[in-house]
C-alpha cells in the first residue's frame, strides 16, 4: 500500500505543478505575452509558434490527435 500512497502524491505533485504553469501561461497570454501589441514584431510571431508547437504537441498527446491519434 505504501507504493501505491507514493504513486497518488507524486500523480498529485505533478497534477498540481501543470495547474500553476497553466495559470502562469494563462495569465502570461492575457498580457499578451510580455509584448506590445502595437510593436509585434518576426521574433515576437516566432516565439508565440514556437510555444503554440510545444503546446499543440501536448494536446495531440492529451486528447489522441494528430501524431497522436489512435
Known sequence: ???ARTSIDAF???KL???DML???KALSDD???T???AINWADVGTL???RAKL???CDSAFHEGEYAQ
Do not use: S
Request: hydrophobic share 40%; no cysteine.
Open 23 to 25: 495559470e502562469r501561461l
Open 1 to 3: 500500500m505504501a507504493n
Open 17 to 19: 505543478e501543470i495547474d
Open 32 to 34: 499578451h505575452f510580455n
Open 56 to 58: 499543440r504537441e501536448i
Open 36 to 38: 506590445n501589441p502595437d
Open 49 to 51: 509558434d514556437h510555444y
Open 12 to 14: 498529485i505533485a505533478a
